[in-house]
């Protein structure tokens, strides 16, 4: 089993939608929590970063954090042609021997239509 | 300001050839990750550095493979002798006073 386990998709969505993502993990000692977005033949580019648990919003964006179900969501509301790519979680230790290091979702792609 | 700098963007070579590729990272981060991203396998961490010290090298997959950073300015990733199943997009990432990593454009390597 992955420590982090993400539906790959790919998910297709009318704009206007709101789109869930999520990712769960089994390693309990994460407790920071990052969704990355990445366009076609590009790099990486972080979107949201949150520590511990609870929600932080940013514009249309929503990530939300529960320790107890070792669950993350990623919702983006009012979906744009432009949301279109593909929507990596990370995460990390607070430190130890692994510190700094992130584990990543394998992505969910996601195309949202006119 | 200036992210994470990698080259060449793209780089076509034949098996059995060496291939570099260089990175230079974000001013005043002091980690460096470098990872390998393809279809099947998603996106692996390779080697990183705390403070222009490899930490963690664990993810190189052979000894073909090497990194190296030999200041707070730039790193490389060797690979000699190439083959094709090194075929993928390199990503180099820093990373300054938080977790949060930011990733370079990526080099795309196809090895034939």
């Known amino acids: 089993q992955k420590e982090v386990e993400q539906d790959p998709g790919p998910l297709s969505v009318p704009e206007g939608a709101i789109v869930s993502l999520n990712c769960t993990y089994s390693?309990?000692?994460?407790?920071?929590f990052m969704w990355y977005r990445q366009y076609s033949r590009k790099g990486p580019e972080l979107l949201m970063y949150?520590?511990?648990?609870g929600n932080k919003e940013d514009g249309r964006f929503t990530a939300q954090v529960d320790k107890s179900s070792k669950y993350i969501s990623l919702f983006i509301r009012d979906s744009q042609p432009s949301d279109s790519a593909t929507y990596l979680c990370?995460?990390?230790?607070?430190?130890?021997?692994?510190?700094?290091?992130?584990?990543f979702g394998q992505g969910t792609i996601l195309t949202v239509h006119p | 300001d200036a992210g994470v700098i990698q080259s060449p963007r793209h780089e076509v070579t034949e098996m059995g050839q060496e291939v570099t590729l260089r990175c230079k990272p974000i001013?005043?981060?002091?980690?460096l990750f470098w990872y390998r991203q393809t279809m099947m396998r998603g996106l692996e961490l390779l080697i990183y550095?705390?403070?222009?010290?490899?930490?963690?090298d664990s993810g190189m997959p052979e000894d073909r493979f090497s990194a190296k950073m030999p200041n707070a300015s730039f790193s490389t990733l060797k690979i000699q002798p190439s083959e094709p199943r090194d075929s993928a997009v390199y990503f180099c990432?820093?990373?300054?006073?938080?977790?949060?990593?930011?990733f370079g454009p990526g080099t795309r390597l196809t090895v034939t």
């Open positions: 990432a820093s990373r300054g006073q938080g977790y949060e990593q930011y």
């Open positions: 390693n309990s000692a994460f407790q920071y």
């Open positions: 949150t520590y511990s648990s």
């Open positions: 990370a995460m990390s230790n607070a430190g130890g021997t692994s510190y700094g290091k992130l584990t």
């Open positions: 001013s005043g981060h002091n980690s």
């Open positions: 550095f705390n403070n222009n010290v490899p930490i963690d």
